[in-house]
């Protein structure tokens, strides 16, 4: 999603600290008016946490039954 992984798990943060705020607000106005932009901000803060990949490619075992050590 976004070309920088550090700015995507940034952008995650951020996403979390607004469903934290939001919920806290939630909470002490005891208004539920506040559910529906928790839960966008939630479904994309795990966008951006779920859209990060391995930076190493997994090398396959070799077949001579060797096996390196870990």
Not at 5 to 31: P, S
Request: glycine residues 10%.
């Amino acid at each position: 999603m976004f070309p920088n992984e550090d700015l995507q798990r940034w952008a995650g943060r951020i996403c979390l600290l607004l469903v934290v705020a939001f919920g806290m607000m939630g909470y002490h106005f005891a208004n539920v008016r506040f559910l529906p932009i928790m839960a966008g901000f939630a479904i994309l803060a795990g966008v951006c946490s779920s859209g990060r990949s391995a930076s190493a490619p997994t090398r396959p075992l070799r077949d001579s039954g060797h096996h390196p050590a870990l």
